[in-house]
Each structure stands twice: as C-alpha cells, then as structure tokens.
C-alpha cells in the first residue's frame, strides 16, 4: 500500500528524531536545556557520629565499638577531616546550596545532580581542597575535557586540565545525557549513576570525594527532573572509608589520630607508606554515619519509594537488607540487595508496613562496625 505523499519514510524521519530525543513525547520536562551546578571540594572536619553514641542500641559504645569512635595507634576516632562536594548557588562559590530537607539524609554523598535524558549537565568545579582533584562521571556521556582521569590516553595537554583541577582552580565538565545514560524500558523512570575524584582514585574516593547523579526517562519527567510516578527518593551509600587510604591521612593521623606505638613500617600501598594497619582504621559507614547516626531516611505507608544504593571504592561487597518492607530489584522480590565496589542499584518499596525498621548490610563485620541506619515509616496519608 502506496503511503500518501507526506507520510512517506523520508519525511517521518524529523518525526521519528524528535520521538527519540524526547523517549516517547509527553512528560512535563519541556524542551532539553543544559542544567549547571555549582560545586566545590571542601575540607570539613566530619563527626561520624554526632550523636554520640549508638542509636540502634541508645547507649554508649560497647567494646566492639568503641575503638573505630576513639582515636588509636594508627587510626583515627569520630573526627577526621575529610574532603567534599558541596553545591554553591552561583560561581562565586560565596554561598553554599540549602540542602532540601527530604535530602538531608545525603550526608557526606556530594549534592545530587540530575537532568533528564536529551539534557546537558554542566559543572563548574572549584576545587578548594588541599590536593588536585576532579569530577569524573558515570554513565554520561563524556569528552576527554570533561573525564577527569589522569592516565596516558595520548590527548592534547588542554583537555588534560580536568584530570586533577589544582587547589583554587576552576575548571567546567559538560557531560551531555544520552539515552544511554537513561533508564532502559524494562528499568522504570529513572537510571542512577555516580560522580567521584579520579584524580588518586583511591585516595579521593577514601578522602569523602563522591556524590550521586540520577537519570529520568523524558517522558516520565516533570520539568525539575524528578520522576512523575515517584513520590519518595532516597540515596544511601555503602561508603567504607579506609581512612589509612586517603589522601589526607598523613594530616588526619597528626590531628586526631595517633602516631603508632610500634613504629616498625610494614607495607607499602600504592604511593603512601602506611605503618601497622589498624582495622579501627575502616570507617563502615550509610552516608558517612555510623551506628545509627544516619538521620532523614522518612516515607509513608503507601508512598511510591524509589531507593538508590552505591558503594565506594576499596575491596568491600555489602548486602544491604531492610527489616519491615521489601523492594524489588533487579526484577526480584528481596529485602536483600548486593553491592559490588563502586556498583550501583536502583530498589523499588511500597511500604505496608508502619514502624522505625532497621536497614543494615548484612557483611557481618560491616554490621559490627556501624553499617547500619534505621528508616521511619509514617502512617499514609
Ligand atoms: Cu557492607
């Protein structure tokens, strides 16, 4: 059968462009536009537990935890000072973002950058941090400029200046989003990915150097990005720091550790001589919170809960369970996830069930360290 002359394939192609640009028409994300943020690594001294004390157990430290929240041979107590992402209203880096307070629980996690598929992200990175760092993203699409990772990739010495930005140094990423930075059909409305220093990987990442980026399909997005068919988001990071791997330990072990009684030096880890390590050393913490000490992980019975876990780097997996509730992840019915070093996962809740319910990793040794949080479930609406 003949087409008539204006539906003929030529002249569909502009439509089906547009169609595919757009993931379907529809939505309330309007046009693509460029969505810039503003963000600098700053050095924070960070309290892992502000409370305290343990608020899965409301007491003091037992002796299990007592040693990775006081300062020892070689590690370092509550306090450290650590490296991290904070978001500026403007480019005169003069004042900080108000974190939203249904975002609070992001903790020590870099401000949350979204956009949605056809959109630009740009970044203007001041890095305010004592050593080179940079922003090196998951997921988007990616220029050598705007990769931030030193390594011999043969590229101009201009597009080398995002490999580690020096301290006081500007520098713009433009990572443009792509439909395959954006969820898959079968995945639902959003895609989660991540940002980190790539600068010294590991020396960054265990500096606090890490945020989150989430992705949303065009025609399921409202004009902020966020997902029409989610009513509550919530991102929490597996994140172990290993505090004898970042890059700010010689400072750390100076001001709030302690220089090791046996000075013996037994290992040698990439570029840094660490002395005996110290197991009190790892930090095993929800968003940089121990014990408890994670605060704003709040829904309601009934709520479209959308929840979206990463892990940092290191030689760690975690299992991350929710007592009360289960999700589905992956296709599955769980309430046990699993995250690889650096992985991400997107798990969808509907809560049933009403009450403050646990939610851990199930590594046993992470549990014992402080990998846990509770999450609060309000009646519904
Ligand atoms: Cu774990």
Known sequence: MALPQSLRPVHLIPLLLTLAACNGAGGGAGAPRTRTYYVAADEVVWDYAPAGKSLISNAEWNDVQRPFMTAGDMHVGRLARKAIYREYTDSTFATLKPRPAEWDHLGILGPLLRAVVGDTIRVVFLNRASFPASMHPHGVFYLKDSEGAPYEDGTAPADRVDDGVPTGVQHIY???????????????????WMYHSHTDEVGDVNAGLIGPMIITARNQARADATPTDVDRELVVGFLEFDETNSTLWEENLRTYGKPPTDLKVDMVFGERTIGPESQFAFKETLNGFLYGNTKGLTMRVGDRVRWYLMASTNFE????????????????RTDVAGLLPMGMLVADMVPDNPGKWLFHCHVAPHLLMGMEATYDVLPGQ
């Not at 439909?179 to 989660?192: M, V």
């Open 174 to 192: 433009t990572w443009p989003v792509p439909e395959r930075a954006g969820p898959t059909h079968e995945q639902g409305s959003t895609a989660f």
């Open 317 to 332: 997996m975690h299992a991350p369970h929710w007592h009360g509730n289960t999700v589905v992840a992956e296709h599955m």
